[in-house]
Structure formats: structure tokens, C-alpha cells
């Protein structure tokens, strides 16, 4: 998965309760993405950043939040979890300017009951 | 219409069969193109890049580009059981903070 780790792995959560997901890799590439995969949706982008402390919104960044401090790690957060996103959620890496190959990493499991 | 589309599938063959998998686009201003193979249950892994319109060849996979057509494919020969997968198609222009247009995907099943 090119150097890239996502924890934790599987997690089941509340609804209203904060989540957060970390996505961490040794490659030092500067883009870092945040997708969730649904069912009939495919994949759909969350957030993304460009750098360190550089983020952006994707299609589907409503309830979710972002932070990158440092160049390996890019944090997910849902303020207060929903059913509806109980998904699937990848986060890739791209060593490029814009999107070119990006490489994904195992994904997590996230179910909110 | 959605920017990428694909058949979605599902889609099963013979071993050994040649497998085309096709994706269409509206957006003109599409530079790069990609496929991934995703196993279930797994990440989406990088299968093919390709840059504008061509032919790009991989061992058994082709990758094939036509802009003229708004049109890409992916040609696998010799299948095998091991090709079982789902494979979505990706698209991006060019230019800085460009971001990818995934198709929805087509689940392949090679029976042995």
C-alpha cells in the first residue's frame, strides 16, 4: 500500500460522537486525500491538502473536518458521527502537482449506529 | 450526465478469455487517465496511467485512449482467476490542485 497506514482499521461509533481517522505515510508525498467509498456512489472526495496546514474541500465535505500538521499525517474528523456516513473511508497519496497517480491506503471501516 | 461514466457491471468470463472494460467522459479538459483494480475488502491500487490519447502496454493489461471519442478502455488478455476484482476507471485535467473523477466501477469475475 506504498507507505501508507490508516487507523484504526474497523471502528463502530455512536451517533454523536466525535471520530477521528488518521492516515499516515512515509513516502513524503505532498498531497494527501480523504475518500469515502459507498455502495452505487463509488469513491467520493471528502478533503484533500496540498501541503502542510494547506487543505481544501472535496464533493462531500459536509459534517467532516481536516488538519495536516505535519507532512505524514492527515487527520479526518467527524464533529458528531451520522448514520449516513457510515462508510468506507480511504486516504491516498500523490507525489505529484494536481492529481496524477494517487496511491491508496487499506481503508477503515467506519459504522455509526 | 455524470462526468465519468461506466458500465456497471457485474461482469463474469471464462479463464483465459480477453476482458474490455470501457469508460466514457464529458469533460473535454481530461489530460491524465488511470485505472485501479480494488480486491474486496482492500485499497484501490494503481493498474494503469496514461497521459492523453495512446496505447500504454503492461504485461497482459492495455490501456487505451481516445480523446476524439471521450473514450478509454482497459484490455486484459489471457485472464485469470486472479483478475477478479472490481476496476474503476480515473480521469483529471491538468494543472495544480486538479483532483480525480472516479467511474462508479465494474465488479470482473474469471471462472476458472
Known amino acids: 500500500d506504498a507507505g501508507i497506514t490508516q487507523s484504526p482499521r474497523h471502528k463502530v461509533t455512536e451517533t454523536g460522537t466525535p471520530v477521528t481517522l488518521r492516515c499516515h505515510q512515509t513516502?513524503?508525498?505532498?498531497?494527501m486525500y480523504w475518500y469515502r467509498q459507498d455502495p452505487g456512489h463509488g469513491l467520493r472526495l471528502i478533503h484533500y491538502?496540498?501541503?502542510?496546514?494547506?487543505?481544501d474541500k472535496g464533493e462531500v465535505s459536509d459534517g467532516y473536518s481536516v488538519s495536516r500538521s505535519k507532512t505524514e499525517d492527515f487527520l479526518l474528523t467527524l464533529e458528531s458521527a451520522t448514520s449516513s456516513q457510515t462508510s468506507v473511508y480511504f486516504c491516498?497519496?500523490?507525489?505529484?502537482?494536481?492529481?496524477?497517480?494517487?496511491?491508496f491506503g487499506p481503508g477503515t471501516r467506519l459504522t455509526v449506529t | 450526465q455524470k462526468e465519468v461514466e461506466q458500465d456497471p457491471g457485474p461482469l463474469s468470463v471464462p479463464e483465459g478469455a480477453i476482458v474490455s472494460l470501457n469508460c466514457t467522459y464529458s469533460?473535454?479538459?481530461?489530460?491524465?487517465f488511470m485505472w485501479y483494480r480494488q480486491y474486496s475488502r482492500k485499497g484501490p491500487e494503481l493498474l494503469m496511467y496514461?497521459?492523453?490519447?495512446g496505447n500504454k502496454e503492461d504485461g497482459r493489461f492495455t490501456a487505451q485512449v481516445d480523446k476524439s471519442s471521450k473514450y478509454i478502455s482497459l484490455f486484459i488478455r489471457d485472464s485469470q482467476p486472479s483478475d477478479s476484482a472490481t476496476y474503476l476507471c480515473?480521469?483529471?485535467?491538468?494543472?495544480?490542485?486538479?483532483?480525480?473523477?472516479f467511474g462508479k466501477g465494474i465488479t470482473l469475475s474469471v471462472r476458472p
Open positions: 513516502e513524503n508525498h505532498r498531497y
Open positions: 480515473a480521469m483529471s485535467a491538468s494543472g495544480a490542485n486538479s483532483k480525480l473523477t
Open positions: 491538502s496540498y501541503g502542510v496546514k494547506d487543505t
Open positions: 496514461t497521459y492523453s490519447s
Open positions: 491516498a497519496i500523490s507525489p505529484g502537482q494536481g492529481a496524477g497517480e494517487q496511491y
Open positions: 469533460n473535454s479538459a481530461f489530460q491524465y
